[in-house]
């Protein structure tokens, strides 16, 4: 039970997350782009331009929303990670992993405590939970979950986690490959998002003999 718990957490963190960045970012007067603007640029208390690190105009009426649910995303990732022991092995890579992992539910905590135009080095310190811990977590994870997760799943954690950092470097180093400023940091941000939806659907539907779940 605590683990289907945990499994809910992530499911409803990652798709209310999704359901706010669509609400905000329809709510700007000058259209939202994936490719051009930071996702942190819509939880911005403040209308204004913006130089770095790519120049854009930031307006982002309903930010309070968006900084709620970076809070509510967080939070939901934590209580996610601290109640699917049954998930993970019992040594010491798992562990990391999951430490790890909750620091990136810290890290979007932070980010919506701390909006960028507001208090922008706990919003940077947010940041580098997320992409740098996190994403080092999700790449530990694929050698810490149990022998019930499918092999090609647990590959596919690891290749997640090694996608994420690696756009994570180009992040940083303004190396955007024709996907935008924030195109890249999608890559950086969403495979995690994208890991622990799978992970709780999966925990939610299927039984660790491989069975699908009665409703």
Known sequence: MKARIGYAAWVAGVVQFFIAHGIVESAWARPYSWARNNISDLGNAHCAMQSEPAPRYICSPEHGLMNASFIALGTLLVVGVASTGALWRKNATAMAARCLLACAGVGFAVAGLAPAD??????????????????????????????DVPGPLRWATSLLGATAITAFVLFLSHRWLGLGMGGMERVAVFPLLVWALSAGVRGLFVRPDGATRRA
């Open 118 to 147: 507001v208090h922008e080095n706990q919003h940077v310190l947010g940041a580098l939970l997320i992409m740098a811990l996190g994403n080092t977590g999700l790449l530990l994870a694929g050698l810490g979950l149990t022998d």
